[in-house]
């Protein structure tokens, strides 16, 4: 049988081709959102499962993202801010 690979997808998954690419749209068109913004501002809680909080939104440029990619992202810039810090303390002695 020749079957093609978004049809053996499709028939794993039970999605249609048609919800696949719609899927595939949707995260193609979410991951421009962030490469566009140049600061994000996680503050804007979406989808919640009881008490977690699963996905936050950026407040300036509407892209969403997982709470462990917001955290490692937080977590980026707080040793960015610290690497500055040391590297501007090091240019002045």
């Known amino acids: 049988m020749d079957e093609k690979p978004l049809d053996k997808l499709s028939r794993v998954t039970g999605l249609s081709p048609k919800t696949m ?16 913004c140049v600061l994000h501002e996680f503050t804007i809680e979406e989808r919640k499962i009881g008490n977690l909080v699963r996905d936050w939104k950026c407040a300036k440029c509407g892209g969403v993202v997982e709470s462990s990619h917001k955290r490692w992202y937080e977590l980026g810039l707080i040793h960015a801010k610290y ?3 040391n590297n501007s303390a090091a240019h002045k002695g």
């Open 83 to 85: 690497e500055n810090k």
């Open 21 to 36: 690419h719609d899927i595939f749209q949707k995260v193609k068109a979410n991951q421009a959102l962030l490469k566009s």
